[in-house]
């Protein structure tokens, strides 16, 4: 029964796409969950500090509450507006993330940009970036973008100081639409896939002064490519800038509409 009902809601969902394609799952959000939705089709990951690491540290924000929701105390850790792709675009998917830095790994502001994913799989067209958060105060810009003819599936942390893994330099996996279809139809897992990559640049990029010493992976279920994000941060310097403890991003189902992959 839940098998017929997942097919009979996809047909109407994908109801006048005669053309044969990708596709993004347009699944609606749950009203009472938001951005914390949860469903076959839709979820999300988190990538930074996990509740054990606040805890240890008396922070005053842990990793619990609705579907794994950090329950923070918001007059010390704010959860920027979530943005998801698919309000700009009919297909939309993330392609990148940029932040814009003061100074030793305090933020001023936080984007992510999005583009329309074509009937091959490939983003296309105009960038569209969202903030995530901007306290207008001027930085050095730090950006990181899948290349072309890919969808972006994951995000990898790369910390800077030891037993500190705030975001510090993020980076975003990749793969092509044909071979994240796949690990959906088989169950493989991406970061048990040889066909998955990581882009360069980053926010910042790692220098001779900073030593990376571990980095973090967060990734899409198989079969679902990255559609939206929120930043968790904590302002700081009299709320001109911002410490960054994480990135939840959401994760949609890639479909192939109409017919057989090519």
């Given at each position: 029964m839940k098998a017929r009902m997942t097919i009979l809601l996809l047909i109407a969902l994908t109801a006048g796409c005669t053309t044969p394609g990708y596709r993004v799952a347009l699944f609606p959000l749950d009203p009472a969950a938001g951005a914390w939705t949860l469903s076959e089709h839709r979820t999300y990951f988190f990538l930074g500090r996990t509740r054990t690491q606040f805890e240890s540290l008396n922070e005053w924000c842990l990793l619990e509450g609705?579907?794994?929701?950090?329950?923070?105390?918001?007059?010390?850790?704010?959860?920027?507006?979530?943005?998801?792709?698919?309000?700009?675009?009919p297909n939309g998917v993330m392609t990148g993330i940029s932040m814009r830095e003061l100074n030793n790994r305090?933020?001023?502001?936080?984007?992510?940009?999005?583009?329309?994913?074509?009937?091959?799989?490939?983003?296309?067209?105009?960038?569209?970036?969202?903030?995530?958060?901007?306290?207008?105060?001027?930085?050095?810009?730090?950006?990181?973008?899948?290349?072309?003819?890919h969808l972006a599936i994951g995000a990898v942390n790369i910390h800077l100081v030891p037993g500190n893994n705030r975001i510090r330099s993020l980076r975003l996996a990749y793969a092509t639409a044909e071979d994240i279809l796949a690990m959906g139809e088989n169950g493989v897992r991406p970061q048990d896939s040889g066909d998955v990559l990581i882009t360069q640049g980053g926010a910042p990029e790692i220098n001779s002064v900073w030593t990376a010493v571990d980095a973090d992976f967060a990734w899409c279920p198989p079969g679902k490519v990255m559609t939206g994000a929120m930043i968790g941060h904590q302002m700081t310097n009299q709320n001109q800038t911002a410490d960054v403890w994480y990135l939840i991003a959401e994760c949609r189902t890639l479909l192939y509409v109409g017919g057989n992959p090519p």
């Open positions: 609705v579907n794994g929701r950090p329950d923070c105390i918001h007059e010390v850790m704010v959860d920027s507006a979530f943005t998801t792709c698919i309000d700009e675009f305090t933020w001023t502001q936080a984007a992510q940009s999005c583009r329309d994913m074509n009937l091959d799989g490939e983003p296309e067209g105009p960038t569209v970036e969202h903030d995530l958060f901007d306290y207008t105060v001027a930085g050095d810009e730090f950006s990181t973008s899948i290349p072309e003819g």
